[in-house]
């Protein structure tokens, strides 16, 4: 009795296995996948740019950016066309950033800028420029 009971769960083991292993090991797809990377990236937006003002990631990365700004008088924010990303980050602690997620579903060399500066009191920042660099596979 002892002895079928270990064989069905081996069995149902190796049947789980079998399930699960393929989905794991092909890939691919646009939509948010649980085997790619979620690269996680700090920034801090000074009055004079964005730190850091590099990214690197891979293609397919889901990219997390939690960003503050230490000079929350105006509106400093973080733009990058290819991805659509447009945000304004008032958030000034590093517990609770502005959380800006999209994924590098394509490759190249991304600026990022501040569309929202323009609204401040000294007009837009061209100094405030960054580049995300999606690498190909
Ligand atoms: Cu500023």
Do not use: Q
């Not at 400093?76 to 950033?97: C, E, L, Q, Y």
């Not at 490759?107 to 920042?125: A, D, L, Q, T």
Request: proline share 7%; glycine share 10%.
């Amino acid at each position: 009795m002892k002895t079928k009971l270990a064989i069905l769960i081996i069995l149902s083991g190796v049947l789980l296995a079998s399930y699960y292993l393929p989905s794991k090991l092909s890939g691919g797809g646009s939509a948010i996948d649980e085997n790619k990377t979620v690269k996680e990236v700090e920034m801090a937006i000074t009055h004079g740019g964005y730190m850091p003002n590099d990214i690197t990631v891979n293609l397919g990365d889901t990219v997390r950016i939690l960003a503050i700004t230490t000079d929350p008088s105006h509106n400093h924010g973080i733009a990058i066309d290819g991805f659509r990303v447009n945000k304004v980050v008032s958030k000034t602690s590093p517990s609770n950033p502005e959380i800006i997620e999209f994924i590098a579903d394509k490759p190249g060399i991304f600026e990022i800028y501040c569309k929202s500066c323009s609204s401040g009191p000294i007009g837009s920042h061209p100094w405030l420029k960054g580049t995300l660099e999606v690498l190909p596979y």
